[in-house]
């Protein structure tokens, strides 16, 4: 049972080049997110699917987009890196949205956009 | 937009000494969770709160969910060194659909 993994773990990107970040979950869970963390900001949203054929924005969307593959998989797309987007990127699964489920996090992706 | 601040950002204290970290808002909460994050790891979630006033324990740490299920508090009892790590809280919306985090506690044990 490997849980929530994602890839890469690093990635040096080049303003204006695009990138797709990968997220899969064994665990059969519903709902998936996708968050960036900066320092001294916690955790943002930026999008996240409730269930296996939706997805809705969260707090900061722009500039990105997201795809949920299937149940197991959620990518997150760069179409155009910008510094900005230097951040840490945490992907989460958890059981269903109807209730205080757990959120269960990936290791993370350090993202560098020189 | 639900805003969640926690205070202090930053803590430094002796092993042995006690703490409270705060997590407060203006938004209403449907649940309160706490999670602890290690450097290069994902948050680990650490207890959920649900119902306001409710108070949870876990070995040395308390949770507390305020009444009015705006804030909550986590309190350390005799601090270890394996303490040490970035404490976030993380309320629920009321549509249980997302959560929204914190801006964190990075905590120090110094042995």
């Known amino acids: 049972n490997a849980g929530v993994t994602q890839t890469p773990k690093f990635q040096v990107l080049k303003t204006g080049q695009s990138m797709t970040l990968q997220c899969a979950q064994d665990m059969n869970h519903n709902s998936m997110y996708w968050y960036r963390q900066d320092p001294g900001m916690g955790l943002r949203l930026i999008y996240y699917s409730a269930s296996e054929g939706t997805t809705d924005k969260g707090e900061v969307p722009n500039g990105y987009n997201v795809s949920r593959l299937n149940k197991r998989e959620f990518s997150l797309r760069l179409e155009s890196a910008a510094p900005s987007q230097t951040s840490v990127y945490f992907c989460?699964?958890?059981?269903?949205?109807?209730?205080?489920?757990?959120?269960?996090f990936g290791p993370g992706t350090r993202l560098t956009v020189t | 937009t639900q805003l969640l601040e926690q205070s202090p950002q930053f803590l430094s204290i002796q092993e042995g000494e006690n703490l409270t970290v705060y997590c407060n808002s203006s938004s209403v909460f449907s649940s309160l969770q706490w999670y602890r994050q290690e450097p290069g790891e994902g948050p680990v979630l650490l207890v959920t709160v649900v119902t306001g006033g409710e108070v949870k324990k876990l070995k040395r740490l308390t949770f507390q969910f305020g009444d009015a299920r705006k804030d909550s508090s986590l309190h350390i009892t005799a601090a270890q060194p394996g303490d040490t790590g970035l404490y976030l809280c993380?309320?629920?919306?009321?549509?249980?659909?997302?959560?929204?985090f914190g801006t964190g506690t990075r905590l120090t044990i110094i042995p």
């Open positions: 993380a309320g629920e919306d009321e549509n249980w659909e997302k959560l929204t």
């Open positions: 989460a699964s958890r059981p269903g949205h109807n209730g205080p489920y757990e959120q269960y």
